[in-house]
């Protein structure tokens, strides 16, 4: 999801549409591994509704977005399906051309990646319901059914250290603004490169909120970097974040509201090929009760247990499910 965030350009989208369709051929979506588990419906799944389905469960190689596959793929197990599990593939655009073409029949995805670089708008919707709504109805006509939304939103935000916020009280990017204002050379920003040039990143971020900030005080680097220095160093006040990053809790970190609004929702929800839902139109009751749980604290707290702890995102999954209720050990 991070690499296709921006808004593409006829050209660009094309060719990482390419790329993307290369990829399904190359990460070997023509085999997969069968989820073994053996599980049992909890809240979910009760009288094994999808018994005779065989369904294709697929995700984008991120760890939050592996671990929203495998929820589905154990549910849909609970529940009865055979379950093919192809999570893990290359970006945003494998996993979507995969549910597009029917390899695969599920996955959690975006609305601001669907609204932005699938379909191909410029300007995001500020209501999170609004813009799932357009996404949901546009998609239809590419085969594509949209489950309700989580409000897990994985969006941008600017992180701070809590020892350096209580100089500073930061709460808000209109309070960052106004730091700017007064002290430009206390705002020093780390991020990446993409985010640090682009209308959708820092630089519009900058025109929307009204804030210069001195190139001078801007460093380049790669995300996993921008973490460690926001908490362990001075070099930067404040990095480019993701919300539901598992870090920002473990590294103790504050995050800036956006309340402006400039930022798109990302808020997840499961994405579906359309003639499987036709054919088993319970996978929606199976996880619509999954979506109305997930929220952006409860990914992080997932995420950190696989990208700060190092455990294994389906065990991550699989645990969280059982602990909730939705499922049961076989």
Known sequence: M????????GAAAL???LTGLTGLTGCGLKSGSPLVDDVAPGSVGKGAPL???SLTVTSK???ENIILGQMIGLIFKAAGAEVLDRTNLPGSISAREAIVGGDA???YDYTGTAWITYLGHQKPIVSPQAQ????HNEDLKNGVTWLPQSTLNNTYTLAISKKNNAKYHLRTMSDLAELSKKDPSAVTLCVENEFASREDGLTGMEKAYGMEIPAGNIMKMDAGIIYTQVSKSNSCLLGE???TDGRIKAMDLDTLADDKHFFPNYNAAPEIHSKTIEKWPVIASLLNPLSARLTTQIAQELNGKVDVEG????KVAKDWLIQEGFIKNG
Do not use: I
């Open 2 to 9: 991070r690499c296709v965030r921006a808004a593409l350009s």
């Open 15 to 17: 060719a990482l549409t």
């Open 51 to 53: 018994k005779g389905a």
């Open 61 to 63: 190689n991120f760890s």
């Open 105 to 107: 029949d599920a996955m």
């Open 132 to 135: 799932w709504q357009a996404v």
């Open 241 to 243: 974040a993701y919300t």
């Open 311 to 314: 455990e294994d995102p389906h």
